[in-house]
T-cell receptor
Framework: EAQVTQNPRYLITVTGKKLTVTCSQN?????MSWYRQDPGLGLRQIYY???????DKGDVPEGYKVSRKEKRNFPLILESPSPNQTSLYFC?????????????FGDGTRLSIL | AQKITQTQPGMFVQEKEAVTLDCTYD???????LFWYKQPSSGEMIFLIY??????QNATEGRYSLNFQKARKSANLVISASQLGDSAMYFC?????????????FGGGTRVLVKP
């Protein structure tokens, strides 16, 4: 089954404790991205990757890091999480960066930073 | 910069009636794509429909149709014959691949509640 898998689904942690949210897709997609969703703001893009070893900032990259060492994986790293990063996070992928392709989303990761 | 606006934070619709969700956008790119996604209370994002900026026909997918008015920069979603399962949050999104990078920008969403 074609899917985007995020882990963990839920996490409560404390300020400053490094965490990683993993994202994996099994569709051989080139393009992957991370979003955060906050009430009234919709989804905002954090980082995206056009292919292996190619990453770029989205609209809200501050406080986040990503890496793309393999095509299937695109982890999101919070080196020193802060309460304002409490949010619902989505990973997504599409076959290429072409505009007419819908993104496949993971089920989301709800992070609470205390 | 790309911008996308959904002016209706929430709306009620009677079951079996049609509903139109508004979406306006702003971009300087000539080539772009417009998407609608549905987010039910369970949280997942479900792709509904796509319209390309060069597509002359309005997109349709089953009960969903996209009313694309390029000159007005609007891309409204029409859901015909609403069902209880249509109750969800709906997001309009604009994809651009120009100098600003390959980005998908989302509107703030419209919450739809279908009444029996």
């Amino acid at each position: 089954e074609a899917q985007v898998t995020q882990n963990p689904r839920y996490l409560i942690t404390v300020t400053g404790k490094k965490l990683t949210v993993t994202c994996s897709q099994n569709m051989n997609h080139e393009y992957m991205s991370w979003y955060r969703q906050d009430p009234g703001l919709g989804l905002r893009q954090i980082y995206y990757s056009m292919n292996v070893e190619v990453t770029d900032k989205g609209d809200v990259p501050e406080g986040y890091k990503v890496s793309r060492k393999e095509k299937r994986n695109f982890p999101l790293i919070l080196e020193s999480p802060s309460p304002n990063q409490t949010s619902l996070y989505f990973c997504a992928s599409r076959r290429t960066a072409d505009s007419n392709q819908p993104q496949h989303f993971g089920d989301g990761t709800r992070l609470s930073i205390l | 910069a790309q911008k996308i606006t959904q002016t209706q934070p929430g709306m009620f619709v009677q079951e079996k009636e049609a509903v139109t969700l508004d979406c306006t956008y702003d971009t300087s790119d000539q080539s772009y794509g417009l998407f609608w996604y549905k987010q039910p209370s369970s949280g997942e994002m479900i792709f509904l429909i796509y319209q390309g900026s060069y597509d002359e026909q309005n997109a349709t997918e089953g009960r969903y149709s996209l009313n694309f008015q390029k000159a007005r920069k609007s891309a409204n979603l029409v859901i015909s014959a609403s069902q209880l399962g249509d109750s969800a949050m709906y997001f309009c999104a604009l994809y651009t691949g120009g100098a600003a990078g390959n980005k998908l920008t989302f509107g703030g969403g419209t919450r739809v509640l279908v009444k029996p």
